[in-house]
């Protein structure tokens, strides 16, 4: 095996690694350039102190998190849970597997699609839906210890 194919073998799997202890622990513990677009955020009264600030961390790692793969499989809680609906299978809930996972990419709306982030504490909760089709995905990222992780990711298309 070359150095390079070494090097990214060892960065992929402590990536992994990070990403399954963090999540070990956040089960044990029972709890559940192009600079990125501006959305409409949605937060209560309590939550407005300190929500630019969340949200500035939340778009810087949303940036990185979009545009590098290493970085996303790292940031996310595997096996990550989540359902697919669709007019054939119904509702099916689905659980992804760093083996099966398609790495998000960098999305450009435009005018077809609403994107709405709803902030609560450390959690964001990000929902795309394409007008007028039915088809709309969900994300949901939580902070822990100043880090984002996708914990949650559902696709809807009917």
Known sequence: MTYFKQHTLVSILIGMSASIFWCFQRTQANVN????????VSLSDSEKSGADTLQESFDAFLYHFSTDSLFQIAHI?????GIVVDDISGEEKKIWHVEDWTMHGLLE???NWNRVLTVKENVVNERIELKNSGFWTERKFRRDKGKWYLTYFAIHDL
């Open 33 to 40: 350039t192009h600079k990125p677009e501006k959305v409409k």
């Open 77 to 81: 809680c595997f096996p990550l849970q």
């Open 109 to 111: 709306l435009d005018s």
